[in-house]
């Protein structure tokens, strides 16, 4: 029976091993930093479209700059013309041209403002993204250390009942071993328990009146076993 007292108390070490590498597969801090990622991937995601934008609006606004420059120098040109010009109805022609080109001039100047506005905005967002996601870098940075250090604390709880398990192991007959690893491996609930007044550990039932007296008259060569769950109890 003492054996058997060691024998859950190995058993006890085996499902505290379980849980926690039960915990450490769903550590809170590595969802935490999974979602910080999220977060930051988005962030950057946003930063290229937006830069993109104020590339193309950039790129808009040079092209009106160079028609602006041509049609100040058809402008010019006709000006030009202009005064050596006689004959009214080429004259004619020619304010109407310099009235064409000043119009598109005029035009583009209206699209190039938008378009400044445009690229402002665009440039306010690439600013604001960019500081937002050094707060997210640093986020990030704390949510690997929690991660780190949650991970390090199961490492050390796991040496830790390893070390237990081996002591606990040492004060027990190996047969008795090999019969609990037997066990163990063909069930998911704990191969030995004690009882919590009638109720078994292993498998929550109560056990009769009956059973209980059974039980406990059990001969010194037999394991008592759970009549519920067949497992190793002890009472
Ligand atoms: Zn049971």
Redesign the pocket.
Known sequence: MASLKQLLELQRCDTALLQLKHHLATLSERTNLTAATTVLNGFNKELVAVKAQLKVAQHDIELLEIDNKKCESSIAKYAQQLKTIIAPREAEALQHEITMATAVRSANDDKELALLEVAEQFDRQQLELSNQIIKQNEVIEQAKRSLALAIEQCEQSKLELEAKRITVSAMIAPELIKLYDLKKNKRTTPAV?DLNKAT?Q??H?DLSTVELSALKKCPEDVIPE?P??D?YLVV
């Open positions: 328990a078994c292993s498998c039932l759970c519920n769950c497992c």
